[in-house]
């Protein structure tokens, strides 16, 4: 099973204000690299790519119409890691972060298995160039997932309320 083969419930990087960094950094790359070449001096070069490797780091916020996370009847889809089978998860978790002034909401999904007999398709190996991109997801040395809710087109709460009715109805 390919990554874009995934049907169920999907969701995907909103349309909002967390694009508008990965836009700037771009077009900030643009104009130094233009004028590294025009004035032929190191640093305008150097700031150029600089800023340009935060624009391509922060590209997959760009893909707004391309599934990120979603569940079906086969386990949790996460872009860049895997399938992770119902049997698998031990818990679904929100768990709320203060950074601050504001609070991150993160979905940490716990397992009961090593992770190699947890993942039904496992996706983490990925082209050179993408390695080098942004991930949704992070893992601790506790075996559980995280993965921020906030650049997605839905809220925390729901995505959340999905995830884990659909653990709760396929899990075996």
């Not at 993942?119 to 991930?135: C, E, G, V």
């Not at 709460?157 to 396929?170: L, P």
Request: charged share 20%; proline share 5%.
């Amino acid at each position: 099973m390919k990554e874009d083969d995934f049907k169920g419930y999907t969701v995907a990087y909103g349309r909002d204000e967390t694009q508008f960094p990965a836009y700037l950094f771009g077009v900030l790359s643009a104009i130094m690299l233009a004028a590294g070449i025009y004035t032929l001096q190191t640093i305008w070069f150097a700031l150029g790519i600089a800023f340009g490797g935060f624009a391509f780091y922060n590209f997959p916020l760009l893909e707004t119409g391309r599934p990120v996370i979603g569940a079906n009847e086969y386990g949790i889809f996460i872009q860049g890691f895997g399938i992770i089978r119902w049997s698998a998860v031990d818990k679904v978790a929100l768990v709320p972060i203060a950074v601050r002034v504001l609070t991150i909401h993160e979905l940490q999904i716990g397992l009961k298995a090593p992770l190699g007999k947890a993942l039904i398709s496992d996706w983490r190996r990925q082209a050179w160039w993408r390695q080098l991109m942004r991930l949704p997801w992070s893992m601790t040395h506790q075996n559980i997932i995280r993965i921020n809710l906030e650049p997605f087109d839905q809220p925390p709460e729901e995505i959340h309320r999905t995830v884990e009715r659909m653990w709760k109805h396929y899990r075996s």
